[in-house]
């Protein structure tokens, strides 16, 4: 079952920061974030496994809370370069479960 | 460069065709992912293939099929195209079930 986002798309103005988030109704292994810039394809930013845990690089971090079954992607100070779609993908606690994107963010950061 | 490749690049087909779209993982991935990403549409997961075997399967419809080789590469076979098979696929590996990359992607046109 295909996670929810949101929000659906964010204009942000050089410097401020954004939270995406992203919740499913099924009990997660693990939660993936991509971004994804026009014409080309996903790029990886971070996985956060069941557990619950956050992680961090540089300013760009994320939280998966195992209880809500819910992940915030956190940007922080964004930059002309964080433009782009941000998908979540979860994957379910069952074993072989599919591997789900969500319908992505779009995030348009201007100077 | 990911060091996922996919060929070809582009393909222009006609309705009823059928073609083959092929993708290499990177050295020393086993698992290697399947998406249909349609035009300002979110990314649809299709099949997943873990060291030559089935792993998961998500929403590919009948006309489609996929297999993994023993070198590892992986090829996507749709037949009998539809208009709406108009898409982007990607190919994307991963070592376990962690960090996907993705490849360039191919563009298929059905006409």
């Known amino acids: 079952q295909q996670p929810v986002q949101s929000p659906q798309a964010v204009i942000l103005r050089e410097g401020e920061d954004a939270v995406i988030n992203c919740s499913s109704s099924k009990a997660l292994y693990s939660v993936h974030w991509y971004r994804q810039k026009h014409g080309e394809a996903p790029v990886f930013l971070m996985i956060?496994?069941?557990?619950?845990e956050q992680k961090g690089h540089e300013k760009i971090s994320a939280s998966f809370n195992e209880k809500k079954q819910q992940s915030s992607l956190y940007l922080t100070a964004s930059q002309l370069s964080y433009s782009g779609t941000y998908f979540c993908g979860t994957e379910e606690a069952n074993y072989g479960q599919n591997f789900v994107f969500g319908p992505g963010t779009r995030l348009s950061v201007l100077p | 460069d990911s060091g996922v490749t996919q060929t070809p690049k582009h393909l222009i087909t006609a309705t009823g065709q059928r073609v083959t779209l092929r993708c290499s993982p990177r050295?020393?991935?086993?698992?290697v992912y399947w998406y249909q990403q349609s035009l300002d549409q979110g990314l649809q997961f299709l099949i997943q293939y873990y060291n030559g075997e089935e792993r998961a399967k998500g929403n590919i419809l009948e006309r489609f099929s996929a297999q993994q080789f023993p070198d590892l590469h992986s090829e996507l076979n749709l037949s009998s195209l539809e208009l709406g098979d108009s898409a982007l696929y990607f190919c994307?590996?991963?070592?376990?079930?962690?960090?996907?990359?993705f490849g360039p992607g191919t563009r298929l046109t059905v006409l």
């Open positions: 956060l496994l069941k557990g619950g």
């Open positions: 994307a590996s991963s070592a376990r079930s962690d960090t996907q990359y």
């Open positions: 050295s020393g991935d086993l698992s």
